[in-house]
């Protein structure tokens, strides 16, 4: 069964920083690619980050570039996703989400590249 696991939300002010982390288990697959979405009340949910299967290759959602670092654990397993978050602002308040997508390919910003959710952890900004 193929579980993710958010960790690293919390409340922060304006400037401040977080590193979420998301640990993936139970995929037989060896190689996948990994992305942070994110989604803001009353909001459609929005690509925030992805990375590829080796953490060679990242995109990044034109309202983080810059403030937001995706990287993955550098040994065999990969199977750690992080989401270095500087600068924060109180635009930046949602749910986090970590995702999954199964192959070696690139990483993508729709959301229908990835099958595997987590359950989300909470990102509070205030001014």
């Known amino acids: 069964q193929v579980q993710l696991v958010e960790s690293g939300g919390g409340s922060v002010q304006t400037g401040g920083s977080l590193r979420l982390s998301c640990a993936a288990s139970?995929?037989?697959?060896?190689?996948?690619?990994m992305a942070w979405f994110r989604q803001a009340p009353g909001k459609d949910r929005e690509f925030v980050a992805a990375?590829?299967?080796?953490?060679?290759?990242?995109?990044?959602g034109d309202s983080v570039k810059g403030r937001f670092t995706i990287s993955r654990d550098k040994d065999n397993a990969k199977n750690t996703a992080y989401l270095q978050m500087n600068s924060l602002k109180p635009e930046d308040t949602a749910i986090y989400y970590c995702a999954v997508g199964l192959g070696t390919g690139l990483p993508r910003k729709s959301s229908t590249e990835y099958g595997y959710w987590g359950q989300g952890t909470q990102v509070t900004v205030s001014s």
């Open positions: 990375i590829n299967w080796s953490g060679d290759i990242t995109i990044y």
């Open positions: 139970g995929l037989t697959f060896r190689s996948y690619k």
